[in-house]
């Protein structure tokens, strides 16, 4: 009797024991014994009715106590853990937004330092004076921020006979900018960056300049995408700016092997060197006709006056030649008179012409007034001077001067003289050059005299 008390006692803890304490899977196997149990005492011999009823509704009453005896005791600890489950997903969730806010504030600093790197370089291409110096301080930001493999510039000066083909085209690529950047020396070795277009940027300057409009393989939603000719075999993206002055192209901007990823910021940047390199070019304008004359060509006398007073002391200085050729038109007034000012002022600029065409361009060339011109010699002595002189004299004498419908010689009276012991002085020197342009007069005209301060040769 004790024996079958203590077995069920034991059944009946291992039950409550078991859906109480216990997993699942625990439970379920429990069960399902206390099934198999009941279904082998309903069928087995000798078994009391009444006893397997007890023990069937018994089992049933403890697990289900045990079932809601769990609940109850686990409620609290339940609710807590449904708790901390939100509040954990809600820190996660909170976690997944500062992770996602801080990305964007990378992104946000990492296009602040751009945009402060790409102003740096703004103010830097503002301070050039010269086009090819912007143009290399524009290649260097495209080394430091964006991808590229080479960045070329055509200029076009428009008063030769193709206006289409550039007078220079200068090329840079990311090797030029390996090591430590030093503008100067770009500067100092401009020729070295000079370069003949290959066919494939001769037909991107075609289509610029049918166009008239800027021309990119990059941007795909760019109506002017377009490819007008592939001609190497490792095709690059390119694009391709037009830079224009009073409504003329003087200059076309390339940039090959450049991606989609940077193209909005190097459009920006490339606007920008636009923007400067016409301003630049303006500038260069604006100041070529403070100093010119508009008429000729050649310096004005004042610019002129300046460039002599500044040779004059560094040849002094350094003990160097400095000679001194002052040119007179012969009978330029019988032309004026004969032929009218029209005829007069051709005769002028051609002859201005060919005064530039005898002289180093290390020379300068200056309308002193009127008919007259002054030559000034860089670092030459006597002998060469008076050779220059002479072979200028001989080139107007040949010249055949068409002024629309006249064909005209005319000649030169040209006063020469040298820096030296006798003649320092500004004033002196050219009063010397004067000296012999009067005797050259007096002696018959169409002649070279030269003038040392004492006497006339």
Not at 63 to 91: C, H, N, P
Not at 136 to 154: I, K, M, R, W
């Amino acid at each position: 009797m004790w024996k079958y008390l203590t077995a069920n006692a034991a059944v009946f803890f291992i039950i409550f024991s078991v859906h109480l304490f216990g997993r699942r899977p625990a439970q379920i196997g429990v069960l399902c014994l206390m099934v198999l149990g009941a279904a082998l005492a309903l069928f087995g011999k000798a078994v009391d009715p009444f006893a397997w009823f007890f023990y069937t509704v018994f089992s049933m009453v403890i697990f289900l106590g045990a079932f809601q005896f769990r609940r109850w005791s686990l409620a609290e600890s339940i609710a807590m853990d449904e708790e901390l489950d939100q509040y954990t997903r809600k820190v996660k969730s909170a976690e997944a937004v500062l992770e996602e806010k801080k990305e964007e504030a990378d992104e946000i600093r990492r296009r602040a330092n751009a945009i402060a790197h790409l102003y740096e370089t703004i103010q830097e291409i503002s301070k050039s004076l010269d086009s090819f110096e912007a143009f290399v301080v524009f290649g260097q930001a495209l080394y430091n921020h964006f991808e590229f493999s080479a960045v070329t510039a055509a200029f076009f000066d428009g008063e030769s006979l193709n206006p289409r083909e550039p007078s220079e085209v200068f090329r840079l690529a990311p090797p030029d900018f390996s090591g430590v950047f030093d503008k100067t020396a770009f500067l100092k070795d401009k020729e070295k960056y000079k370069i003949v277009p290959a066919a494939f940027e001769r037909k991107i300057f075609e289509a610029v300049f049918k166009d008239q409009r800027p021309l990119n393989t990059v941007d795909p939603m760019s109506d002017t995408t377009r490819s007008p000719i592939r001609l190497w075999p490792d095709f690059k993206p390119f694009a391709a700016y037009p830079i224009f002055i009073e409504g003329r192209i003087f200059s076309i901007l390339v940039l090959s092997g450049v991606t989609e990823e940077h193209f909005q910021a190097l459009s920006i940047l490339s606007q920008r060197l636009i923007s400067e390199m016409q301003r630049i070019r303006l500038y260069q304008k604006i100041q070529t006709l403070a100093i010119t004359d508009g008429l000729t060509g050649v310096s004005v006398r004042r610019y002129w006056m300046e460039r002599f007073e500044g040779e004059l002391a560094r040849s002094r200085k350094l003990r160097l030649k400095l000679s001194l050729l002052m040119i007179d038109i012969d009978n330029f007034k019988k032309f004026n008179d004969l032929y009218g000012h029209l005829v007069g002022d051709a005769v002028l600029k051609q002859v201005a012409d060919t005064l530039k065409k005898n002289i180093r361009e290390i020379d300068l060339v200056g309308r002193y007034g009127g008919e007259e011109f002054a030559v000034l010699l860089i670092e030459t002595d006597e002998s060469v001077a008076f050779f220059v002189a002479e072979r200028i004299r001989r080139a107007v004498q040949e010249r055949i001067i068409r002024a629309y419908d006249e064909n005209l010689q005319v000649t030169l009276s040209i006063g020469c003289t040298t820096l030296s012991n006798a003649l320092k002085d500004a004033t002196v020197l050219i009063d010397a050059a004067d000296a012999g342009l009067y005797q050259a007069k007096r002696e018959g005209k169409n002649r070279v005299c030269f003038h040392t301060g004492l006497s006339t040769l």
